[in-house]
């Protein structure tokens, strides 16, 4: 049992390392022009190793799993897809090309980005998820997340606005969207539990914040 206990420690510990590395490469590669380009076109290859470390430490797949794995995506790009193509959602805005393959004008790697932070959030706070209530301060944390992010993604190519300022409207909706996702969490009683989650989330919100120094 104790064997078993010290190399689960040590596979979180590798992991932990290898985001920490990960990203600081990011961050260095992004600091230089020479370099910035070459970044840019590696952002999709981020989101998927993100995407596939983290929920390599989740743990339970089941079918409740499989199902908000495969809703919550098609949930965000549904809304992205409305939002960037009618105005609806969000405000006046367009993606760039550092998304990578788009459908409707929207990246397909959008709909990953809001699984990873909805789970990312929602894993971190086992303590409380289960009150009614957690689902609006989960809501503003993810406004709080797209606030650092928005002038790095400006920068990097990821999406851009009409006139290149965020609108108000973009961060209201981030917070319903977000809620409805975070309440269909709760109310499934999803029972996710990752050991690698609050370390993603927290060296994805500090690269973000480091860029927009960096960048600015």
């Known amino acids: 049992m104790q064997t078993i206990e010290i190399n689960k420690i040590s596979k979180v510990s590798v992991a932990r390392l290898f985001l920490v590395i990960f990203y600081l490469v990011g961050l260095l590669g992004f600091s230089f022009e020479l370099t910035f380009p070459l970044f840019q076109k590696l952002v999709p290859l981020n989101l998927i190793v993100s995407a596939l470390l983290l929920f390599s430490f989740h743990n339970r797949w089941d079918v409740k799993s499989i199902l908000l794995f495969v809703t919550i995506p ?11 193509n009618t105005q609806l959602f969000f405000g006046n805005y367009s993606y760039g090309e550092s998304l990578g393959l788009k459908i409707f004008n929207t990246p397909v790697l959008i709909g990953l980005n809001w699984l990873i932070l909805t789970y990312c959030i929602y894993s971190s706070f086992v303590r409380f ?47 319903w969207v977000s809620l409805i996702i975070f309440f269909f969490m709760w109310i499934t009683k999803f029972r996710a539990k990752n050991e690698l989650a609050s370390t993603l989330i927290l060296i994805q919100f500090l690269f973000f914040l480091s860029l927009n120094f960096i960048l600015n």
């Open 129 to 175: 998820r289960e009150k009614w209530f957690f689902i609006f301060p989960a809501a503003a944390i993810m406004v709080g997340f797209d606030f650092i992010l928005e002038p790095v993604a400006m920068q990097i190519d990821m999406w851009d606005w009409q006139g290149g300022i965020v609108p108000l409207k973009n961060y209201v909706d981030w917070y």
């Open 74 to 84: 098609v949930f965000g790009i549904l809304v992205e897809i409305i939002g960037v």
